[in-house]
């Protein structure tokens, strides 16, 4: 950075794991290094100190600052961004030396962060709001490509004036070199493993505990929309889409474990249909073995938690609502009790399928398809063309694929009828996706 001996700036990208201290314990005797360097484990200990103002306006600009001890060695670092995403950190980080123990936030005057980023630096009444106090051991993993990852075993606290909260995490973070080889590194690591990734970061687990909440029951995630304009080339508008999936699959499957909202298995089995709608749109840009093994596993696994949504629809909605209009009928009662005792079924079938290694291996799997996508780099027509032909072109043959049920609706059988279904929910979610990208385009 400009102006400032010793910064180190980059964008973060890492993978985040939550785990029990006994994964914890045997993670680190694995080793994910077939064909690859790896240094001896280094066991160091990491104070560090989370600053904001008392109305946390860092926080609210999805930006985190602390000081940290390594050794007797002092550094501040900034990071902005939004944090975790289905498992994945992806932020803009700035970290700079300090002298001793105390923060020098002017020095990020002299750095390259954005104007208003500055100024709330230097006008705010920062204070310390929260420590952690981490336990870590590193394992260096090299390339013959010059490759560089760092997988660290964090065992630890977070630390506020009246609690404390237990951390377990592994970090596997890209320091140089194809992301593809961190998600190599990582599928190795996790491979035999039920590992869910880490929805927070440890600054967002810091303000938890300082407000004395608890990360509390999970709750179905909708699809959210990235933000798209009609000058996105296809490359990038794919990218963002594909986050967009990943972030509603990743968080509702831990739901589905968790059973803790019945509205998880639907918004699972949506994002895997959304994930698809989207491969298919960009068939173009990324075409292979690896995006056929993506189609195809998350039909498989919406398929699995098709059964899961279908029961919890019958026992929850069909069937109560049947029983009001009928309040004298004894054996809609009975039957409700049976359904209740097969819903308890499927849903363990399912979190037993669904809490091994298959979804992890599935979702680092995309993530690599998200963060290091060979397609990318592949010099193709398609891939330098804007976001809104692709669309265009993904819409008409959806539509066209509509049309050829609709003009035959009348004598269509009610496999067919679903097909016509699944037709329309493709167009649906397609069009969704690229209004953005289409608005106040002509056609």
Request: charged fraction near 25%; proline fraction near 4%; glycine fraction near 6%.
């Amino acid at each position: 950075m400009s102006g400032i001996v010793g910064s180190r700036s980059q964008r973060e990208l890492e993978i985040k794991f939550d785990v029990s201290a006994d994964q914890l314990t045997r993670l680190q005797t694995k080793h994910p290094v077939k064909g690859r360097q790896q240094s001896k484990p280094v066991h160091s200990n990491l104070r560090s100190i989370y600053f904001d103002t008392p109305c946390r306006s860092l926080k609210a600009k999805s930006v985190s600052l602390r000081i940290r001890q390594i050794g007797d060695k002092w550094v501040q670092t900034l990071k902005s961004g939004n944090g975790v995403v289905a498992g994945l950190s992806n932020r803009l980080e700035l970290e700079l030396p300090l002298s001793g123990a105390r923060p020098e936030f002017d020095k990020f005057q002299k750095s390259r962060l954005p104007a208003a980023l500055k100024k709330l630096l230097r006008t705010a009444d920062l204070e310390p709001v929260f420590e952690t106090v981490i336990s870590r051991t590193t394992n260096q993993i090299c390339g013959s490509n010059g490759e560089h990852v760092e997988i660290a075993f964090d065992k630890g606290i977070v630390k506020t004036r009246h609690s404390s909260r237990s951390i377990h995490e592994v970090e596997i973070e890209l320091r140089s070199g194809d992301p593809d080889f961190m998600f190599g590194v990582a599928e190795e690591l996790s491979s035999g493993e039920s590992l869910r990734f880490s929805s927070l970061s440890k600054a967002e687990r810091g303000y938890l505990a300082v407000d004395g909440a608890n990360a509390g029951p999970l709750t179905a995630a909708r699809y959210h929309q990235p933000k798209l304009n009609k000058t996105c080339q296809a490359k990038d508008a794919y990218q963002a889409l594909l986050r967009a999936c990943a972030s509603q699959i990743s968080h509702n499957w831990t739901v589905v474990l968790d059973g803790s909202d019945i509205d998880g298995p639907h918004q699972l089995r949506i994002g895997l249909r959304r994930l698809r709608s989207t491969l298919r749109a960009f068939g173009g840009l990324h075409r292979g073995k690896r995006l056929a093994r993506l189609t195809t596993e998350a039909r498989n696994i919406a398929r699995i938690v098709g059964d899961l949504r279908d029961a919890d629809v019958l026992a929850t909605q069909i069937v109560p609502a049947v029983a009001g209009s009928l309040p004298n009928d004894e054996t809609l009662a009975d039957l409700q009790v049976r359904l209740n005792a097969r819903r308890g079924q499927i849903r363990a079938k399912v979190a037993s399928e669904l809490d091994g290694d298959r979804m992890t291996a599935f979702l680092l799997q995309l993530g690599r398809s998200i963060e290091a996508p060979r397609w990318r780099k592949k010099s193709s027509i398609k891939n330098e063309l804007l976001a809104a032909e692709v669309a265009c072109d993904a819409l008409e043959d959806s539509w066209q694929n509509v049309l050829m049920w609709g003009r035959r609706i009348g004598k269509l059988s009610i496999p067919e009828r679903h097909s016509m279904r699944k037709a329309l929910k493709l167009l649906r979610y397609q069009t969704e996706a690229f209004g953005p990208v289409l608005a106040s385009r002509k056609t």
